[in-house]
């Protein structure tokens, strides 16, 4: 079987800038279809904002106004106006929380469904080259990354920000001689606040690298459990999880302490601003240059006034990390297939005669160190005719598995065009070609659904009857009888309840269930017993019939009926004809078969792919 190269690729790209004005531009997009929620986001901020600088004035008041005059009923009036303006804070803060959320909720639903989309339209070269569980990660930790940012940070910042100004504006109007000494630390805070920023960004890079390390080792590991366990790597794996894991908890203990660091040093600005306004505002109360009310009433706004700063700070670890997530899921949902449907496809009739043709295809895979195509299909032409029973032998690496991925268009030739009923199969849409054809993989992928969503895969048009036929026609319907709960047995992550030959005839139902014109089978009996084997042979010579046919196999005894055989050595057509004739060439397909069945007899033999590769 031929594979792409896969390299393991299984870094984080250390992308984006702290802000990225054209990404943020393209993330905002996402709201416009909630753009009244938005608005009623910032409303509700605004709002809140606003209150914040309501409870200083009131007290002020009190202390300026009704208890030096010893007014008892407006000292009662400004009481009641805090604990409604207190009530009021908290029903718009909730009320926020509840839009924002749903917000942030929202277009991390839409992304999932826009990546998820897009995974399904790429080539499997993209597949080839991406561990599964870094592509877990964009769909996840990165659409929770951007969750984050629309639940608890754009939106937020505004409130923030408008906190800021209302709180200074307060203050000014109070006292601006007063202000000035507040602010007097900003210049300190700002330059703090620059410095975690700096370190939180490369921390947060760290993170996210580690993390997509974890999610990689754990999906190979946990999808290769029975290899672990078979070559007893369980504590070489355990130690190589506890090296990558041990990377991911210091990166995150580096953020702590940043955090840990940062927080205290703003609360000591905090305590030094507290204590200028109460030695400055004194100093003044002394002078009676200013009164009891006013400098309270800073001393309030001071502590509120800082703790949007702190927020800020805070949100800007969100923000770099939005745009490193942002840019990393763009990178993919910018990437074209590169296998992609023709602008004006052709279409082919309603009953498919079932000819194929391949002319003069080239296929490589990748390139070898010099930069030159390492051909896997070297100029192969041949055609099948309609009905037509042919079946493709060769050695690991000849190229069989390749002519089926050129067939099904999973991949393009860098040469040469294949046909389907003399139709370019470039020219029309995957969907059609596809649906033309069954394919049966000796590597069979059942889904974690009962038996019948296995055989008809949800396609609702396939009837209970043509479910049950399809599975009688493979010898199927008996050991699912067997199960306890029959075609609604729901069965376990990739049908690993059922036995190797019993989901090879589960793929070969699911294939004939939607009764294709071409049939193709890709070492699908290679993987079960003799008994289920002919099982499989002598439904397949009835299903054949009328059906263009294509058989990949390894043992030549299944294939010596075959209309016609194809023997492929690295990469190109080096034999073709008859079972009989083929024999009687005494070429490569005679050595063959003649080692297989020596071997089979008990004698003694070179490794087959040696034989027929002198």
């Not at 300026?64 to 400004?78: C, H, K, M, Y």
């Not at 996210?208 to 790597?233: C, D, K, M, P, S």
């Not at 800020?312 to 296998?339: C, H, T, W």
């Amino acid at each position: 079987m031929n594979s792409a190269p896969t390299g393991p690729i299984q870094e984080e790209d250390a992308l984006g800038k702290a802000y990225d004005a054209q990404l943020m531009r393209r993330l905002l997009r996402y709201l416009a279809p909630y753009r009244w929620r938005v608005v009623l986001a910032i409303g509700l901020l605004v709002s809140a904002a606003l209150l914040q600088i309501v409870g200083p004035w009131l007290i002020q008041m009190a202390l300026d106004d009704a208890v030096p005059e010893g007014d008892g009923r407006l000292l009662s009036i400004l009481a009641i106006a805090y604990i409604v303006a207190t009530l009021f804070t908290f029903g718009f803060q909730y009320a926020q929380a509840l839009v924002t959320t749903w917000l942030g909720q929202s277009v991390m639903y839409d992304l999932r469904m826009e990546i998820f989309q897009k995974f399904q339209d790429l080539d499997l070269s993209f597949f080839d080259r991406n561990p599964v569980g870094r592509l877990m990660t964009r769909i996840t930790s990165d659409v929770e990354t951007l969750n984050e940012l629309f639940s608890s940070g754009v939106v937020a910042i505004f409130g923030d920000l408008f906190t800021l100004i209302f709180i200074i504006s307060a203050m000014l109007l109070l006292d601006w001689q007063l202000a000035l000494v507040t602010m007097a630390v900003m210049p300190f805070v700002i330059w703090t606040a620059f410095v975690f920023r700096s370190r939180i960004r490369h921390a947060y890079r760290d993170i996210r690298v580690r993390l997509a390390r974890i999610n990689a080792f754990l999906h190979e590991r946990i999808t290769g459990i029975r290899v672990v366990q078979l070559f007893n790597r369980e504590e070489a794996d355990q130690e190589k999880l506890d090296e990558v894991n041990q990377d991911y908890l210091e990166a995150h203990l580096r953020s702590i302490t940043y955090y840990a660091l940062f927080f205290p040093v703003i609360e000591v600005f905090t305590a030094i601003a507290l204590a200028l306004i109460i030695w400055v505002g004194g100093a003044a109360i002394l002078a009676e240059a200013t009164t009891v009310g006013v400098v309270t009433a800073f001393l309030l706004y001071a502590r509120r006034f800082f703790r949007p700063i702190q927020d800020l700070s805070e949100k800007y670890n969100v923000l770099q990390g939005a745009m490193a997530s942002s840019e990393r899921i763009f990178k993919l949902l910018d990437r074209e297939p590169a296998v992609q449907d023709p602008p004006s496809p052709r279409s082919l009739p309603a009953t498919t005669a079932g000819e194929i043709e391949f002319r003069d295809v080239w296929f490589a895979y990748g390139s070898t160190e010099e930069g030159e195509p390492d051909w896997v299909i070297r100029g192969l032409s041949f055609r099948v005719a309609p009905g037509e029973k042919i079946a493709i032998v060769g050695h690991t690496g000849a190229g069989k598995t390749t002519i089926i991925n050129l067939l099904m268009r999973f991949y393009d030739p860098q040469r040469g065009e294949i046909l389907l009923d003399g139709v370019p199969i470039a020219e029309l849409r995957q969907k059609e070609l596809r649906s033309r054809i069954g394919l049966v993989l000796q590597d069979v992928f059942l889904f974690s659904e009962d038996v019948r969503y296995n055989i008809r895969m949800g396609e609702m048009s396939i009837t209970e009857e043509a479910i049950r036929q399809a599975a009688a026609e493979v010898g199927a319907t008996e050991f699912v009888e067997r199960l306890p709960e029959g075609y609604d047995q729901p069965l376990s992550e990739r049908g690993s309840s059922l036995s190797v030959g019993e989901r090879q005839l589960l793929s070969f139902a699911r294939a004939l269930a939607f009764d294709p014109r071409i049939l193709v089978l890709d070492e699908a009996t290679s993987s079960v017993d003799s008994e289920l084997e002919a099982r499989i042979d002598e439904a397949t010579v009835r299903l054949m019939e009328g059906r263009t046919c294509l058989v990949i196999a390894h043992r030549l005894s299944t294939v010596q009926g075959a209309d016609r055989i194809l023997l492929m050595h690295h990469g190109e057509l080096a034999e073709e004809g008859t079972h009989d004739e083929l024999l009687a060439v005494g070429g490569l397909y005679a050595r063959l078969h003649e080692l297989q069945f020596s071997t089979v007899s008990g004698a003694s033999a070179p490794d087959a792919s040696e034989t027929v590769a002198r």
